[in-house]
């Protein structure tokens, strides 16, 4: 059974690593997944997993970018660590809306919205929304294409569109990199800006959960420290080729082949559950 339960979270940990960075919802895919594969795990330690699995997404953004984010490093000039500086301190402020809205509603949206109905219709709905705003969006060669030079205001909006995937099936990402497109950002730059912003926001979450988790004294079990293990692992090392895959492809293609991706998969998901019930 321990080894039916690691080969699972090893999936679990593909879907979060390939879904986290690609602007189709790693919560809501999570979320479908547990329903169709459960974990042999309390109710409590899935709801602490289901986040803190971020984690080993988190460190594939800091390995990836550490020369890059690292405001110390002895390489860098004057200007250039003042630079990274007011990115971090961009990056902060984008993550205020989130962060505040996050904390009042969180155990609301955990007791309402993680669900296979959200998850598929914000699928769908962010699906078309993505169709949308390529084909409507003009060409801008204007637009910010370096991520350092994003101003605090448009960090600030980016930061109130991120406050839409709390909402289970949207993507964190998806929400992110459309809100700084929309913005006047590139697809590279709008990419780049969101993995930054996923750095704080998903190790708050993942904090505010390990916080919740103990609070309620609830306990691990050798098995689901295992889990636990194998998934943030396998998230880390996946989310290495994802985080890559989607720099690259932003660079030369829009992003209408997610949206349409989204709308399949939400369709699929609530005829499924019409046809033979949860």
Known sequence: MLLIEL??????????????????????????????LPLDVSPAFWEFFEVVIQLGAILAVIVLYFGRLNPFAPS???????????????????IIPSAVVGLLIDDWLDAHLYNYVTVAVALI?????????????????????????VSYKTA?????????????????????????????????AAAEFSFFM??????????????????????????EWGILAVGCVTAFLVSLAAIKFLTDFVKRHSFASFGVYRIVLGALVLGYFLMFGR
Do not use: C
Request: positive net charge; glycine residues 10%; aromatic residues 10%.
């Open 156 to 188: 600030f909006l980016i930061g109130a569109f991120q406050m839409l995937a709390l909402i289970p099936g949207t993507s964190r990402s998806g929400s992110t990199i459309l809100g700084a497109m929309l913005l006047g950002l590139s697809r590279p």
């Open 7 to 36: 080969l699972k979270a090893l999936l679990y940990g593909i879907v979060e690593g390939i879904t986290e960075w690609l602007p189709i919802s790693s919560t809501g895919h999570l979320i479908l997944l547990e329903e169709f």
């Open 125 to 149: 709905v962010y699906g078309v929304a993505f169709l949308f705003i390529e084909r409507m969006r003009p060409t801008n060669r204007t637009a910010t294409q370096d991520a350092e030079a």
């Open 76 to 94: 860098k000039s004057s200007a250039e660590k003042k630079r990274t500086w007011g990115l971090w301190f961009r990056v902060l402020v984008a």
């Open 198 to 223: 996923a750095i704080p926001t998903m190790a708050g979450a993942s904090l505010l959960k390990a916080v919740k988790f103990i609070a309620e004294g609830a306990t691990v079990t050798t098995t």
